[in-house]
C-alpha cells in the first residue's frame, strides 16, 4: 500500500471523533509514522509503506481519535523555533505563552527564575535567547521536572531544577520571574475540549475554585525573590486581568500592567 492511499479513511476516523483539523493530523501523523518531515511529506505520499510503518501510523491515529493531544503521539511540540518533548505530566506548550516569552526578552535580566517549570519550554527558551543568563525551574512534580531536565539536555542548555512547592524551597533572588500557572476555573473544567481536560495534568490546569490562587501566592512571595528592580510576569486567562493586577497592586508592586497576545486577548501581566 502507497502512503497516499492510507489518510483517505484516516481522514474519516479523525472527523467522525471529532478533531478539528482531521486533515492536517492525518498528514502530520503520517510523516511521523514514515519517519520524514512534515515538509517533505509530499514527496513520499506515492511510495510503498512497510507493515510496520502501516501498524505504527495505524495506532497513532487509535490515539488521536481518542483525543490525545497531537504533541503527545508525536512526543515533541514546537515552541518559539524550537523542539521541546512533551508527555502527559507536562501541558502542551501553547503559542499564546510565547507572548509571555516576548515580555520578558524585552529587557536584559542575568538571572531568571520559572514557576511552575512543566516542560522546561518557558525558562529554556528564555535561556537560549540569552546564553549569559542563568535561570531556575521549580515544579511540584518530580515527572514534570524530568521533562524539564531532558529538554535541557536535548538543547545543549544548563539550568537548575528543584522540587518547590511555589517558592517554599528557593533561597536565591532573580531579576526576573515568571510564570505560567494554572488558571482555570473549577467551573470552566468540563468544557474544556477532551485533549486538554482528559490529557493534559489537571495539576497545572486548574487550583479549584476562581482560579486566581496560583497568582495570589506569586504575588505574596515574589517581592522576597527578586532584586531590586526586578520583574514578575505571568501568563492570565483573558478574562482575568482585573484581578491579578490588583492582586499585585495589593502586594506593593509598581508599573502594573497587561500585555496582549497575538488575537488581542490579555495575556501577560507584568509587574516590577
Not at 57 to 63: G, L, R, S, V
Not at 75 to 84: A, I, K, N, V, Y
Not at 112 to 128: E, H, K, N, Q, Y
Not at 167 to 179: E, P, R, T
Request: aromatic share 6%; proline share 6%; with cysteine.
Amino acid at each position: 500500500m502507497r502512503a497516499a492511499e492510507l489518510l483517505p479513511d484516516a481522514v474519516r476516523r479523525l472527523a467522525a471523533a471529532g478533531v478539528a483539523d482531521p486533515t492536517r493530523d492525518a498528514r502530520r501523523l503520517l510523516a511521523f509514522a514514515l519517519g520524514v518531515s512534515q515538509e517533505r511529506l509530499i514527496l513520499h505520499l506515492h511510495d510503498p509503506v512497510e507493515d510496520t510503518g502501516i501498524t505504527k501510523f495505524n495506532a497513532a491515529i487509535d490515539e488521536r481519535a481518542r483525543r490525545r493531544p497531537l504533541s503527545q503521539i508525536i512526543g515533541e511540540r514546537l515552541f518559539w523555533g524550537r523542539s521541546f518533548q512533551v508527555t502527559r505530566d507536562v501541558l502542551d506548550p501553547r503559542p499564546e505563552t510565547e507572548t509571555l516569552v516576548e515580555c520578558a526578552l524585552a529587557e536584559p535580566f542575568d538571572t531568571v527564575l520559572d514557576l511552575g517549570t512543566g516542560s522546561g519550554a518557558i525558562l529554556l527558551t528564555l535561556l537560549a535567547e540569552r546564553p549569559e543568563a542563568m535561570g531556575m525551574g521549580v515544579d511540584v512534580s518530580p515527572a514534570a521536572l524530568a521533562v524539564a531536565r531532558n529538554n535541557a539536555s536535548r538543547l545543549g542548555l544548563l539550568a537548575e531544577f528543584i522540587l518547590s512547592d511555589w517558592f517554599s524551597d528557593v533561597g536565591a533572588q532573580f531579576d526576573l520571574i515568571v510564570s505560567n500557572p494554572p488558571y482555570i476555573t473549577a467551573a470552566e473544567m468540563p468544557a474544556l475540549d477532551p485533549e486538554v481536560r482528559d490529557w493534559e495534568p489537571h495539576l497545572a490546569l486548574t487550583p479549584g475554585g476562581d482560579g486566581l490562587d496560583a497568582y495570589r501566592r506569586i504575588a505574596r512571595g515574589a517581592s522576597a525573590h527578586l532584586k531590586l528592580g526586578g520583574r514578575v510576569m505571568v501568563e492570565i486567562g483573558p478574562t482575568q486581568g482585573r484581578d491579578v493586577t490588583q492582586l499585585f497592586r495589593d502586594e506593593g508592586f509598581q508599573s502594573v500592567d497587561i500585555a496582549p497576545d497575538m488575537d488581542g486577548r490579555d495575556r501577560v501581566v507584568r509587574a516590577r
